[in-house]
Each structure stands twice: as structure tokens, then as C-alpha cells.
């Protein structure tokens, strides 16, 4: 630098202040720089840093009294002697024990150094696979090499995808406390114990749980009620776009036994209804068949020499038209004695059979009195 120093315009600096305001200076196209010296008024102060033509920065506070437009000069700092202070500062550097710790590991492949604490470096691997991650320049670039990309739509099936919320109709959850015919598609959903929702498979109070998904024409929605009642689980399917009104109950080993109901037909309570009373045992089965039958519906003793009567056996549980009837004599006493009731004709039983009830007409047409037991069954329809 063929100047050793600079004095043009005047500065401006606070007592115990860093910042120096020059007038009519130029500082950056003169060539100061960081290291050169300020002198103003016999005390000299290094600079740190040039910001503009017009303003510098002390590397320490002013040290005298306050000056305003006073004259100054910059000492150039000789090209030598910077080296050596860089060099200074680079070997302090070092000294601080964090280029030490790195040049103290001992490197290989697929490692990776790390800090374990100040001024203490370890190694760690860093696989192949890690770097083809690393590399990436974006989260989705890395999904990919993952192999974690997302649906790009609702109904995208490409391979290997993640699902999205809502996608192929299921997700979200909804409140089935309004009406069950108006719930989205595509999401799970609960309701309270207040008021049934409308058009719910069973009336009164319940609280309710399930999903409706599907889309267009194709939906489903299936529910159970999770109360303390009937706890039946239903589903249901859309018929050209809507929910159909009538709800199918799914039956599991709870819900197969219990009092059976039909509604136009189609069953609406358990498949399998058994029952009893003083008139007999019954089973009445969801499709409509039922079956009737009572032990002894005739127990009496009749009179030798063609005697006889009637009894009215009471149906225990009523059917829709008569049945077909059908019955069993019981003989007691030994095989002989049954031998001989066959011989002398048996015992004649006539049955006519009515909705609630069936008449049984007996007789005795042996020698010797005879005891009379008759066991019945009908077999009809309920519906």
C-alpha cells in the first residue's frame, strides 16, 4: 500500500463509545481496513470493522473525552504484520480443543464424527442407506426414498402408499345423534344416551357407535348400540344412492336365542324363541314355523267295556291356522300288557286341531279298565 496513512475530513466519537462518524471521509475507497489504527487526539484505538465510507467500528470504547468534528488520523497496519495476527488467531482456534478432538479420531468408512461435549468428539455410523436419505433435498424426496409417499388422491391404490385421511371412504368421525339417514360418508361416529337418533334400527333411549363409508351409490353403514340394553349390532346398504330404511341385524351367540318378532315378514329379534307354561313347551323359529308339544296331554283311567271322553289341550303358544297335530299312546305296565291292549283294539284317540287349541277324543274298547296317556305335538306357523 503505497499510503501509511489516512487524515481526510474530520470524526465524531462519545466518550466510552465504539461507533465513529466521519465527515467528508472515505474510508472504504481509501483502503482501511480491520486492524488499521485510529489516532485522535494523542490516544490511539485499533478498528474493528469499517461499515461504510463514513463509519467505523472500535475494537475497544473510546477511552477519552467526547470529540466532534475533530481531526484525526488512521495508521495503515503493514500487509507482515496482518498475517501474523491471522495466523494468531487460526492457532487459537486450534487451541480450543474442537479441531484437536476431530484430529484425534481415527476415520473410516461409513463413520461419521459428532460432538459429545465441549471439545470431545466421537464417531458414528453412517450407512449407505442413511446418506441416500441424507442427500435428499425435501421431506417428500425423503418419503420417497422411504418408500412413504402419500395418496395423491381418495382412491389412489398405487402400491405401497400411505392412506389420507378419508381415503376410500373411511376416516373422520361424525355424531349420530341427528338423524342416521344424513351422516357423511366415511367416518366412525357415536351418539349419546339421549334422545334416539332418527331412523336408529331399535326406538327408546340408547347410546349408539359405528362408521358409515362407501361412496356414490355404494355405501354401507353398520351400528351397534353400546348401552346396557340389547347391545345387537345392524348394518345396512344404499339402494341407488340411499341408505335403505330397514336395518338387518347381524346375529352373533347373544342375540340367536330370544323372543322372536317379524315385521312384514322379515325377522326383527332372535331366531329361535323357546318357551313353556302350565299348557305345555313351545320353540318358535324366526322363519315362522313353530312347534308345540305337552307331556300326558291326556293322564285318566277309563272304565272297561267302550268307554271314553275328550279332553281340550290349550296350544302354549297360539298359531296363525291349525296345525297338523300328531300323538303318541303311552301303555303302562309290562310288554304283555301293551300286547294285550293292541289285541283288544288298542286305544282309539281322535284330534282336531283349532289356532289356540286341539280336541282329543279318546276311548277304551278292552274288557278291563285301561289307563289313558296321550302325548300331543302340532306343528304350524306362528306368521
Known amino acids: 500500500m503505497s499510503l501509511v496513512a489516512y487524515s481526510t475530513g474530520t470524526v465524531t466519537v462519545g466518550a466510552n463509545a465504539t461507533t465513529v462518524t466521519g465527515a467528508s471521509t472515505a474510508w472504504v475507497s481509501a483502503g482501511v481496513?480491520?486492524?488499521?489504527?485510529?489516532?485522535?487526539?494523542?490516544?490511539?484505538?485499533?478498528?474493528?470493522d469499517v461499515v461504510s465510507n463514513t463509519s467505523l467500528k472500535l475494537a475497544f470504547p473510546w477511552p477519552g473525552a467526547a470529540q466532534g468534528g475533530a481531526n484525526y488520523e488512521i495508521a495503515f497496519t503493514p500487509e507482515g504484520q496482518r498475517v501474523v495476527a491471522n495466523a494468531l488467531a487460526v492457532l487459537e482456534a486450534v487451541r480450543n480443543g474442537n479441531v484437536s478432538a476431530l484430529s484425534s479420531l481415527a476415520g473410516a468408512a461409513n463413520r461419521l464424527p459428532y460432538f459429545t461435549g465441549a471439545g470431545v468428539m466421537?464417531?458414528?455410523?453412517?450407512?449407505?442407506?442413511?446418506r441416500t436419505l441424507l442427500d435428499d433435498e425435501?421431506?417428500?424426496?425423503?418419503?420417497?426414498?422411504?418408500?412413504?409417499?402419500?395418496?395423491?388422491?381418495?382412491?389412489?391404490?398405487t402400491a405401497g402408499r400411505l392412506m389420507t385421511v378419508g381415503a376410500f371412504g373411511i376416516g373422520g368421525e361424525h355424531n349420530f345423534s341427528g338423524d342416521l339417514n344424513s351422516v357423511p360418508m366415511g367416518g366412525f361416529g357415536n351418539s349419546g344416551l339421549g334422545s334416539p337418533p332418527a331412523n336408529a334400527p331399535e326406538a327408546g333411549n340408547a347410546r349408539w357407535a359405528g362408521f358409515t363409508f362407501g361412496s356414490g351409490n355404494s355405501k354401507l353403514q353398520v351400528i351397534a348400540r353400546t348401552d346396557s340394553g340389547s347391545g345387537a349390532l345392524y348394518r345396512r346398504h344404499a339402494t341407488v344412492g340411499n341408505l335403505s330404511p330397514i336395518w338387518n341385524m347381524i346375529y352373533d351367540q347373544n342375540s340367536i336365542l330370544g323372543g322372536v318378532s317379524q315385521a312384514s315378514g322379515k325377522?326383527?329379534?332372535?331366531?329361535?324363541?323357546r318357551g313353556s307354561n302350565a299348557n305345555g313347551d313351545y320353540a318358535r323359529l324366526a322363519d315362522?314355523?313353530?312347534i308345540c308339544w305337552k307331556y300326558r296331554a291326556v293322564n285318566t283311567t277309563e272304565t272297561a267295556g267302550r268307554?271314553?271322553?275328550?279332553?281340550?289341550?290349550?296350544?302354549?303358544?297360539?298359531?296363525?291356522?291349525?296345525?297338523?297335530?300328531?300323538?303318541?299312546?303311552?301303555?303302562?305296565?309290562?310288554?304283555?300288557?301293551?300286547?294285550?291292549?293292541?289285541?283288544?283294539?288298542?286305544?282309539?284317540?281322535?284330534?282336531?286341531?283349532?289356532?289356540?287349541?286341539?280336541?282329543?277324543?279318546?276311548?277304551?274298547?278292552?274288557?278291563?279298565?285301561?289307563?289313558?296317556?296321550?302325548?300331543?305335538?302340532?306343528?304350524?306357523r306362528w306368521f
Do not use: H
Not at 487526539?41 to 485499533?46: E, F, I, M, S
Not at 425435501?138 to 391404490?157: C, I, P
Open 138 to 157: 425435501d421431506v417428500a424426496s425423503m418419503r420417497k426414498t422411504l418408500g412413504l409417499e402419500v395418496q395423491t388422491t381418495q382412491t389412489d391404490t
Open 33 to 48: 481496513r480491520a486492524g488499521d489504527m485510529l489516532w485522535i487526539a494523542g490516544l490511539t484505538v485499533r478498528i474493528q
Open 288 to 290: 315362522g314355523t313353530q
Open 307 to 380: 268307554t271314553g271322553g275328550t279332553v281340550s289341550w290349550e296350544y302354549p303358544a297360539s298359531f296363525i291356522s291349525g296345525p297338523a297335530t300328531f300323538y303318541s299312546i303311552e301303555v303302562p305296565g309290562s310288554e304283555q300288557n301293551m300286547v294285550d291292549r293292541a289285541l283288544a283294539g288298542g286305544i282309539p284317540v281322535l284330534m282336531r286341531s283349532l289356532n289356540a287349541r286341539c280336541i282329543i277324543a279318546f276311548g277304551n274298547p278292552a274288557s278291563t279298565p285301561s289307563s289313558i296317556r296321550v302325548d300331543a305335538m302340532a306343528i304350524g
Open 122 to 130: 466421537s464417531t458414528t455410523a453412517l450407512t449407505p442407506a442413511a
Open 267 to 273: 325377522p326383527t329379534g332372535g331366531l329361535i324363541e
